[in-house]
């Protein structure tokens, strides 16, 4: 920050105040509506998860029955959201880019006038469909239609693959869903609250989010995270090629985080996740591969950028978790956006309540001038 106040990125600007989540960086802390992520993430279903940050308290039985059946009516999507889903098949977009775009279609399966809360609900039901969908018909095949039988987290693998997923993976999967709910205003959420901040509608607010995670900045890198373990293969080949990375000034991906000064508390979350999953229904020789490369990953760290206290974050055990669950790389960050948009959502009924136009000052650098022309010259007409 500068002498005037200006803090490049906003960094460490306070912009609005909320009761959805808090990011303690310093301490590794992280609240999701009070509760320490630790003890609610592998406990709650992701229903529960987004009432209690909709509407500030866990729902009783009935109300968590309504709110799974509400969900459950909403997941079909509108023949223009499906026919533009074929269109940018035959066309190999990227799924990120196609569910951006299906998203901004969803209006189409809203009620007109409908509220806030329908909104959210109709929305947050549609997404998974879309990227389910957008997947299959990438892969020559025809959709799966949602399974009402199911939760919002297993019906999304089941219309990856058309089979219910076990227990173990089903479980895992909602834990994940669970950890990356929300964190903070960052860039992806202030998009959506600015645009609800114009008391604009929910869909322009979750694609202008969409558009915002995209970005390779924010959107995170749990892909080669992976990568990495797999091009190193063997536990005794981690040390001689992790510092040979460091040598070249490679960044060590899936390790050290912009706000966890650290280790990430959601990375500690789904490595017990991780650890239930592969011991129940996973490659276990491929779990060992990961540890062994996280344990030479974080002494050469240690030892090489000691002033840096790099951490495991939550990019290196979210790329394990999904592998184990057979997801496809390309979908990692289609995936992440399912479950940030309750968190996405929760924001926008947050902002919509108060109500206020969240608009920033900027300092001008520009010159001053003087506008000349030539001696006689008329004023401009017509344009």
């Known amino acids: 920050m500068d002498a005037n106040g200006y803090r490049p990125g906003l960094a460490g600007v306070i912009a609005t105040e909320t009761r959805l989540s808090h990011v303690d960086g310093e301490r590794g802390e992280l609240l999701l509506a009070g509760f320490p992520l630790a003890e609610i993430a592998g406990r709650a279903t992701f229903t529960e998860m987004s009432y209690l940050l909709w509407n500030d308290r866990l729902p009783t039985d009935t109300e968590r029955a309504d709110f799974e059946a509400a969900l459950a009516a909403h997941r079909a999507l509108p023949a223009g959201t499906l026919a533009l889903l074929r269109e940018a098949a035959q066309a190999a977009v990227p799924p990120?880019?196609?569910?951006?775009?299906?998203?901004?279609?969803?209006?189409?399966?809203?009620?007109?006038?409908?509220?806030?809360?329908?909104?959210?609900?109709?929305?947050?039901?549609?997404?998974?469909?879309?990227?389910?969908?957008?997947?299959?018909?990438?892969?020559?095949?025809?959709?799966?239609?949602?399974?009402?039988?199911?939760?919002?987290?297993?019906?999304?693998?089941?219309?990856?693959?058309?089979?219910?997923?076990?227990?173990?993976?089903?479980?895992?999967?909602?834990?994940?869903?669970?950890?990356i709910i929300d964190h903070g205003l960052n860039a992806s959420t202030f998009t959506a609250r600015v645009i609800v901040s114009t008391r604009s509608d929910f869909v322009s607010a979750i694609t202008g989010a969409l558009g915002a995670l995209k970005g390779p900045l924010h959107g995170g890198a749990p892909g080669p995270a992976l990568e990495m373990v797999w091009e190193i293969g063997r536990a005794e080949r981690a040390e001689?090629?992790?510092?040979?990375?460091?040598?070249?000034?490679?960044?060590?991906?899936?390790?050290?985080?912009?706000?966890?000064?650290?280790?990430?508390?959601?990375?500690?979350?789904?490595?017990?996740?991780?650890?239930?999953?592969?011991?129940?229904?996973?490659?276990?020789?491929?779990?060992?591969?990961?540890?062994?490369?996280?344990?030479?990953?974080?002494?050469?760290?240690?030892?090489?950028?000691?002033?840096?206290?790099?951490?495991?974050?939550?990019?290196?055990?979210?790329?394990?978790?999904?592998?184990?669950?057979?997801?496809?790389?390309?979908?990692?960050?289609?995936?992440?956006?399912?479950?940030?948009?309750?968190?996405?959502?929760?924001?926008?009924?947050?902002?919509?309540?108060?109500?206020?136009?969240?608009?920033?000052?900027?300092?001008?650098?520009?010159?001053?001038?003087?506008?000349?022309f030539a001696q006689g010259r008329p004023p401009t007409q017509n344009g």
């Open 96 to 179: 990120m880019d196609a569910l951006r775009m299906a998203a901004a279609s969803l209006d189409l399966a809203l009620v007109p006038d409908a509220d806030d809360a329908a909104q959210a609900t109709a929305i947050l039901a549609a997404l998974p469909t879309i990227v389910a969908s957008y997947w299959r018909l990438l892969q020559g095949e025809a959709p799966i239609a949602p399974n009402g039988a199911l939760g919002h987290a297993a019906n999304y693998l089941y219309m990856l693959s058309g089979e219910p997923p076990s227990d173990g993976r089903r479980r895992a999967f909602t834990t994940y869903l669970n950890t």
């Open 240 to 372: 001689t090629i992790l510092r040979e990375k460091l040598a070249r000034g490679e960044r060590l991906m899936g390790f050290g985080h912009r706000v966890y000064k650290v280790r990430d508390p959601r990375a500690d979350v789904l490595a017990a996740a991780a650890q239930q999953l592969f011991a129940a229904d996973g490659d276990r020789a491929q779990y060992e591969l990961a540890l062994a490369v996280e344990a030479v990953a974080l002494r050469l760290l240690a030892e090489q950028k000691p002033e840096r206290k790099l951490q495991t974050n939550v990019e290196f055990y979210t790329a394990l978790l999904l592998h184990g669950i057979e997801l496809p790389v390309p979908l990692f960050t289609p995936t992440f956006a399912l479950g940030r948009a309750a968190g996405w959502l929760a924001h926008c009924l947050e902002q919509r309540q108060q109500d206020k136009l969240i608009r920033p000052s900027s300092r001008y650098v520009g010159q001053r001038r003087t506008l000349r």
